[in-house]
């Protein structure tokens, strides 16, 4: 009798928390949208950040900061479309950064064509050089296919900081003409719109790696990165889906040295130099290569530290402190450095993985309980 009591008690716990559960996840969906929103309105906010910006959320400085750091969280998920979509290491993928920042500007200077054009034939020559470039790497797979894009990438560097006829402006690099600009994209009191072309080109990226990844193509590429042979004895042929991703991630990052053009006000050799790709490897690593938001976070993380993490190793805090800790604190590379070590051995798969992570040991503690 007390049997027959007892068991329908235990069943009528374990289903009702499962809607608990579901209750309390189910407005965490839509954070996207919520960050998002967040994001749109920060110019028109004076919030104070402390720690994080130097100055106001909506104050030009702050503005420019967040930007970059969009703009590379964006470049980040585009180039993770190589990595950790297709298997694909690209040792490369500054050239078509750099190519849509100095075509845009080289139109601009040298044929005085109108923002817009010259917008559109900068994007068109990157589509342009990525196809070219990765017709020819793709011959090869593996370390070959690493080395070729690495040679590229250097040919490219050596290009431009030579300065053939004088139009890329070697090491100084090229300042865009203010003039040819729109009004509404030039000086400090628009750096807001600056900063909402950066949001819709991470917006943009997003839903087209998005769209890319859940698309048959996509599907064929996460073939590809598990098992190239295998997808071969299908019947498809792998050369076009990667030519494929290779052009789509190139015309992403022809864009978004577009944007960087207009960030900056010029085109430096820096964006094409072989330390640039490793930049973006660092930030989808960190991130989570493979992972939806991952390369993003990654991105915008690197570039914030990057930037913060030199006020860190200027501080006072660091100059009181003994040489043998002075000395290695006031480099910022040493300090990225660090970070990026502590969390490739302390979160394996990048820091995407951590709310699995946490949800797993709440489980856990959960289950240890019951």
Request: hydrophobic residues 50%; positive net charge; contains cysteine.
């Amino acid at each position: 009798m007390s049997t027959a009591t007892d068991t329908p008690d235990r069943t009528d716990k374990r289903p009702a928390k499962a809607p608990a559960r579901a209750g309390r996840t189910r407005p965490l969906r839509w954070w996207p949208a919520v960050v998002l929103l967040v994001l749109v309105v920060a110019p028109f906010s004076a919030v104070p950040v402390p720690g994080v910006l130097d100055g106001p959320l909506g104050s030009a400085g702050s503005l420019q900061l967040l930007a970059t750091c969009l703009l590379f969280g964006a470049l980040a998920t585009g180039y993770d479309l190589l990595l950790g979509r297709t298997g694909l290491l690209s040792f490369g993928h500054a050239l078509y950064f750099a190519a849509g920042s100095y075509a845009t500007n080289l139109f601009l200077l040298e044929a005085g064509l109108p923002f817009a054009l010259a917008t559109v034939l900068g994007l068109l020559f990157g589509i342009a050089l990525a196809l070219a470039l990765g017709s020819v790497s793709l011959r090869v797979t593996g370390i070959g296919f690493s080395m070729v894009t690495l040679a590229f990438a250097q040919a490219g560097s050596i290009l431009v900081s030579r300065n053939p006829g004088g139009i890329t402006g070697g090491e100084e690099g090229r300042a865009a003409p203010s003039d040819l600009l729109p009004s509404s994209l030039v000086g400090i009191d628009n750096t807001a719109n600056l900063y909402w072309i950066a949001l819709a080109y991470l917006v943009l990226t997003l839903g087209v790696v998005h769209w890319a990844v859940r698309s048959p193509t996509g599907r064929v590429w996460e073939g590809i990165k598990e098992n190239e042979r295998r997808v071969e004895v299908l019947g498809l042929k792998p050369y076009g889906f990667k030519l494929t991703a290779f052009v789509v991630a190139g015309g992403l990052a022809a864009l978004g040295g577009i944007v960087h053009l207009l960030l900056t006000g010029g085109s430096t050799p820096q964006t094409t130099t072989s330390d640039f790709t490793l930049s973006l490897l660092v930030m989808v690593v960190l991130g989570g290569s493979g992972t939806r938001w991952g390369p993003m976070v990654g991105g915008i993380l690197y570039t914030w530290a990057d930037h913060r993490l030199g006020d860190l190793a200027g501080s006072g805090a660091v100059a009181d402190l003994p040489a043998v800790l002075r000395v290695p604190l006031s480099q910022p590379l040493f300090l990225l450095g660090v970070l990026f070590v502590a969390v490739v051995h302390l979160l394996p798969g990048g820091l995407a993985r951590l709310p699995s992570r946490l949800r797993a040991a709440s489980n856990r503690k959960e289950t240890g309980e019951q």
